[in-house]
């Protein structure tokens, strides 16, 4: 029994044949085409596993932002606007059906990872007043607990846009 009769049966008007010589053919690197087509859609469909776990991951919107600061002191005259950057957005997290007292509940949001301090002026000082304002400048963001001893957790007010009267 050859090839050619274990690729017919009954009835088969030799399709079934010449599906199974095409899939026989070669490729370059000496593979039967059937078989380089199935790796290439193997490599196609791992390719696509990767960029979908890699959106996922990368899926939240938790990075820097341009935020303008209008700071102000009762000890000086003026008002400066500081514009630097903070990070926002949101950050993947779950709500338990059941909290238990024994496993920690832990929010996750969006906060600095990275940050560095600048100073400006502030105009308008008297002499025995310090005139420098330190401020944050976030250089990385990550999701992660939000550190209560040195981060303001709460929403960021944006209705206040600029400085109070005295």
Do not use: W
């Amino acid at each position: 029994m050859g090839r050619e009769d274990k690729a017919r049966g009954p009835g088969d008007s030799g399709a079934l044949h010449r599906i199974s010589q095409q899939a026989l053919v070669r490729s370059p690197a000496n593979q039967p085409l059937a078989l380089t087509i199935v790796t290439k859609l193997v490599n196609m469909h791992l390719f696509m596993v990767m960029l979908c776990l890699a959106l996922a991951h990368n899926g939240h919107s938790c990075g820097l932002t341009s935020i303008s600061i209008s700071v102000e002191s009762e000890e000086c005259r003026g008002c400066i606007t500081i514009n630097t950057t903070a990070c926002a957005g949101l950050c993947i997290t779950q709500e338990p059906v059941y909290k238990s007292s024994l496993a920690p509940y832990i929010q996750q949001t969006c906060n600095f990872r990275e940050v560095a301090y600048e100073k400006v002026h502030l105009p308008g000082c008297p002499d025995a007043v310090d005139p420098f304002f330190t401020y944050p400048v976030a250089l990385s963001c990550e999701c992660s607990q939000c550190n209560t001893d040195s981060t303001d957790c709460g929403p960021l007010n944006i209705e206040v846009t600029g400085c109070l009267a005295h």
